[in-house]
């Protein structure tokens, strides 16, 4: 039960997180959004083919394809590990210049790409995107990659923010310092959400989702390298990351226990060894029904994401997740009664 009064909790020990992993490589970055870092990473580089997982976001392949690159996919099995052998196969008949992997949710690891990947062209640049395991990367950290990039914002209440970390150089000189729409309305999208969680105001929620919608929509049309915004980089500064590790391994622990017995979906994966988990990945053929149950009970369940219809014809996997995967929120916001609180919703939905 949440308990109220007494003292405050400590919640200001910035433990320089964010530039203990910058110095991991020579050259670092951070930008306005995990594409950027993306898009920085590959600038200057000779275009070819960029040999993407099957299973992930329009705005991954996009730097490539803005820069000249083909991009390809390769399959993934069940638990979103890469099918090495088909991985294997088609960077021997595509011959690509940079290979992409993922680490999804934390939990489906990247060695063995990796190793394989550099066994067949040692000189194919390898880059991971570490969005989804964005606090765990000491622990997850390989030497034989090239390059790693993120999204920050995806994490953290900041209106901005990625992170590109690379062997090769990194021309700063191409990221932008304008101020964009993007980073206003975000700015001002979480300032309404503030408000909202102490006045549950109609007409704050409304200002919100507004100006969160028109934020896609303004970086959907706008692609260029812009520098991470002051207000991101001061926030991001001054995380106290061990406690946002903390509150998400427990929070997810906590969840799974709930769910665990939970007849209308499967749980994706079990806790481990994740020092952090991005969220936690549930499957039904009745996802939509779920998630519209659930949005009733305001609990809101992202889909994650559209995909290209090159990347299903190829990967029966991740064509699936596409239809049928919901991820539930269990990030540092939410305590324990919060947890308990979600799942207690989830439960009582019936299908």
């Known amino acids: 039960m949440r308990e109220y009064g007494s003292e405050f909790e400590i919640s200001y020990l910035p433990d320089n997180y964010f530039r203990s992993i910058a110095g991991m490589m020579p050259y670092s970055a951070f930008t306005r959004s995990g594409r950027e870092a993306i898009g920085l990473a590959i600038e200057g580089m000779k275009p070819g083919v960029a040999l993407l997982p099957a299973y992930c976001c329009w705005s991954v392949?996009?730097?490539?394809?803005?820069?000249?690159?083909?991009?390809?996919?390769?399959?993934?099995?069940?638990?979103?590990?890469?099918?090495?052998?088909?991985?294997?196969?088609?960077?021997?008949?595509?011959?690509?210049?940079?290979v992409l992997v993922m680490d999804y949710y934390g939990f489906a690891p990247t060695h063995a790409a990796v190793d394989a990947a550099k066994e067949i062209n040692e000189e194919v640049f390898v880059m991971e995107d570490f969005t989804q395991c964005l606090f765990g990367l000491p622990e997850k950290w390989n030497p034989k990659e090239d390059c790693y990039v993120a999204s920050i914002r995806k994490s953290i209440g900041v209106p901005d923010g990625g992170v590109v970390l690379s062997r090769k150089a990194l021309d700063l000189s191409l990221l932008l310092e304008e101020r964009t729409p993007f980073v206003e309305h975000h700015i001002q999208a979480g300032v309404r959400k503030k408000r909202y969680s102490y006045s549950f105001s109609s007409s704050e929620k409304q200002a919100f989702r507004e100006l969160q919608a028109a934020a896609g929509a303004e970086i959907k049309e706008d692609?260029?390298?812009?520098?991470?915004?002051?207000?991101?980089?001061?926030?991001i500064e001054n995380t106290d990351t061990e406690m946002v590790?903390?509150?998400r391994r427990k929070n997810f622990e906590h969840l799974f226990d709930?769910?665990?017995?939970?007849?209308?979906?499967?749980?994706?994966?079990?806790?481990?060894?994740?020092?952090?988990?991005?969220m936690m990945i549930i499957k039904s053929t009745?996802?939509?029904?779920?998630?519209?149950?659930?949005?009733?009970?305001?609990?809101?369940?992202?889909?994650?994401?559209?995909?290209?219809?090159?990347?299903?014809?190829?990967?029966?996997?991740?064509?699936?997740?596409?239809?049928?995967?919901?991820?539930?929120?269990?990030?540092?916001?939410?305590?324990?009664?919060?947890?308990?609180?979600?799942?207690?919703?989830?439960?009582?939905?019936?299908l």
């Open 61 to 98: 392949a996009l730097p490539f394809e803005a820069a000249g690159w083909t991009v390809a996919y390769y399959p993934l099995n069940k638990d979103l590990t890469v099918d090495v052998p088909t991985f294997k196969s088609l960077i021997r008949d595509l011959k690509p210049i940079a």
């Open 223 to 235: 692609y260029h390298l812009y520098k991470i915004s002051p207000e991101a980089m001061g926030i």
């Open 245 to 247: 590790r903390f509150a």
């Open 258 to 278: 709930l769910l665990k017995d939970n007849q209308n979906f499967d749980i994706l994966f079990a806790p481990g060894n994740n020092p952090a988990p991005f």
């Open 286 to 350: 009745k996802r939509d029904e779920l998630q519209s149950a659930f949005a009733r009970k305001n609990v809101f369940c992202q889909v994650m994401w559209p995909l290209a219809d090159r990347a299903k014809e190829i990967c029966p996997v991740s064509k699936e997740m596409e239809e049928t995967m919901l991820a539930i929120p269990i990030d540092q916001r939410y305590s324990y009664d919060d947890i308990e609180e979600i799942g207690q919703r989830i439960n009582s939905v019936k």
